[in-house]
């Protein structure tokens, strides 16, 4: 499938229409612009992809919404620079990962589902991204021997903060957290020191959930 000038289209429609309702960093809106996001979702469904809305990606998992991807990618945004290393948890189909991508930062992901791993790794390959690093494990425990990461965000919403990913965010980083069980707070955490950190909240949203452990299908 190829990204034509239709898909060209909607795409910029989707842009204006999330620029009306809030004021995104151009850094945002010009990787979501690049990104093919018809490309990350499911054969049948690319004709929804311009839509603000999450579809399915396959085992009960969804690929979240063109808002909420931009709102997190926002957020991360005003702390975290380019070429900063930046840790995302909850893989899925990659998109998110692709758009982190294309802002320029150095992208690590972890997914807990063999089968999401794979997809993922597959749509970043045949897009030639090549950059971003995928790996398959819990994403509570992180990647410790990647750390420290400039930013932290995680896709999926997370029952409390799990404290394994404050200590691998760097002083001056900033972690981007829904937080929450049936619904989420978006979470902003910023390190100011080695044991101070503050907290600030960005609005309400619903996420599939933070599970523990690794799913092998
Ligand atoms: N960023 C993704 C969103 C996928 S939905 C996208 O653009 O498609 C959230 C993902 O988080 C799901 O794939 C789910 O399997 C994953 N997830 C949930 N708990 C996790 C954990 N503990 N570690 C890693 N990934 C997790």
New binding site residues.
Partial sequence: MLDSLLHKGRRKQLLASLLSKFDFNTLVIDAMDKVPRHM?VECGLDHLAYLDRPLP?GVK????QPYT?AMQSHLLSLKVNKFDKVL??????????AVLSEMGYRVFS????KA?YMLGQKNLVRLEYHSPLLFY????AGLPKFAPFKGILI??GAPEIPQELLKQLSIGGRMVIPLGQETQKMVVIDRISKTEFEQTEHGQYK??????GVEDK
Avoid: K, N
């Fill in positions: 990350f990606i998992q969804t690929i979240s991807v995302e948890i909850g893989t899925g189909c990659a998109y998110q990962t972890v997914e807990r589902q999401l494990g819990d994403g509570f896709t999926c996420f599939v959930p933070m599970l523990e």
